[in-house]
């Protein structure tokens, strides 16, 4: 009886240690601490919701998604210490999202990491850092991006804006990194290309999760007689900005990114702005499409938060799909079977992942955010504010390509 205890006792840590090993481990680093850690913890309860998703159902060819999570802090160099902690765990997959600085990091580490490693292949899934320079000029094989890029999203943005005849004089708040600096850039020159008329009266950046009190910047935009504000603001950065805003009693047209995050719509409610701030995604809780709702209902009722990265299911779906249609795991069969691949996206309608620089392309919304008026057709609210976000505008996948000067090296 002895030896069998022993030899069992032996036995469980090996098959603890075959059951990692035969995991896909999926690194996910992003800011579990510090200003960015609501947003990161956010995307780490949906990137375990979907892993339990499709554990569920068999997994990936048979192999479990293990999610491995990271605390980069919202820093590059962070972030690059603990994407070497998720490959010396055995991860060939990590995925970020907030802050395109550390993407940019990450994305010249992975490739670097590939091209001196044959066989210990890692690919990289951005989800959220939307700098157009990430699959541009800095373009990699290993990097693919399932967020529509920022100049994308300002060029849906700002044929929204073009048809509000009311928008007179327009205020730019970002934050200061590089993200921040392309909202300003493709905001200033998209507006000047299809509103001239319209006065650019204040262009702000600020240091990225750091301002506490964003009151000194509320008062600039009071006074500079703006009618509305483009933010790319997000996180604590966008619900402090919100909230200095409703203190002072600032009454302007909000047109954003990420307003929908952590905070930010107890923020707008506060604000009293109905209907006044504005968000471009892929996706909306309200968008009508029955399977994405059915989706919406379910995740929220498991993570008691309402689902911010649509795109995080179609990055996880489509992995599933490319790995299928490898017959492989291995990242650059993955990779290869992703390129071109088409897709039925989360909210409905077809994207693709383009070969040429690996950016996701799918339609897009604006939606505005404020009271429903048909609860039947609009059932979801926002962090319990009986608010919630109304479609005002589709974008089809068509509409929403744009050209990019990458020049990919293959392995």
């Known amino acids: 009886m002895r030896k069998i205890i022993i030899t069992v006792a032996m036995t469980l840590p090996m098959l603890g240690a075959a059951y990692a090993q035969d995991s896909i481990k999926l690194g996910y680093i992003d800011p579990l601490s510090g200003g960015g ?3 990161g913890e956010g995307g780490l309860k949906t990137f375990q919701y979907l892993a ?3 554990n569920a159902k068999g997994g990936i060819l048979g192999h479990k998604i293990e999610i491995l999570p990271l605390d ?6 962070e972030s690059l210490i603990q994407a070497q902690k998720a490959i010396d765990a055995g991860a060939h997959y990590v995925t970020q999202g907030n802050g395109s600085s550390v993407a940019a990091a990450l994305e010249d580490f992975v490739t670097k990491h590939d091209t001196r490693n044959p ?6 899934f951005n989800y959220a850092a939307v700098d157009p320079s990430l699959t541009n000029d800095k373009c990699s094989f290993w990097h693919f991006r399932w967020d529509a890029s920022s100049d994308i999203k300002m060029e849906a943005l700002t044929s ?3 048809g509000q005849s009311s928008i007179k004089k327009v205020y730019l708040i970002n934050q200061d990194y590089s993200f921040g600096q392309s909202v300003r850039s493709d905001a200033r020159k998209m507006l000047a290309a299809k509103r001239p008329d319209i006065e650019i009266v204040g262009d702000e950046l600020h240091p990225l999760l750091k301002v506490t009190d964003f009151s000194p910047y509320i008062a600039k935009i009071k006074a500079s007689g703006a009618d509305s504000v483009v933010t790319g603001n997000w996180g604590q950065d966008f619900a402090l900005l919100l909230k200095a805003a409703a203190d002072a009693g600032l009454k302007v047209n909000w047109y954003t990114y990420y ?3 952590a905070g930010g719509p107890t ?7 109905d209907h006044q701030v504005f968000q471009i995604t892929e996706g909306i809780p309200n968008s009508g499409n029955k399977e994405a709702m059915e989706f919406e209902t379910a995740f929220r009722a498991k993570a008691n938060m309402s689902l911010w990265y649509p795109r995080a299911v179609n990055e996880i779906r489509m992995f599933k799909a490319a790995a299928e249609k490898a017959n492989s795991v291995d990242p650059i069969k993955v990779a290869e079977a992703l390129e071109d691949m088409k897709f039925q996206v989360l909210d409905g309608g077809e994207g693709f992942m383009r070969k040429d620089d690996h950016q996701f392309f799918q339609p897009i919304y604006i ?3 404020g009271t429903l008026a048909d609860k039947e057709k609009e059932p979801f609210d926002e962090e319990n504010t009986g608010w919630g976000w109304h479609m005002v505008s589709k974008i089809d996948t068509a509409q929403t390509i744009v050209p990019t000067t990458c020049k990919m090296k293959r392995p």
Request: glycine share 12%; no cysteine; hydrophobic share 35%.
């Open 37 to 39: 850690a609501s947003v």
């Open 52 to 54: 339990d998703e499709v």
């Open 72 to 77: 980069n802090k919202t820093n590059p160099q």
């Open 119 to 124: 066989g210990k292949e890692v690919l990289f």
């Open 160 to 162: 929204y804006m073009k």
């Open 259 to 261: 307003a929908g995050g």
């Open 267 to 273: 923020a707008i409610k506060q604000t009293g702005l």
């Open 367 to 369: 939606s505005s955010f």
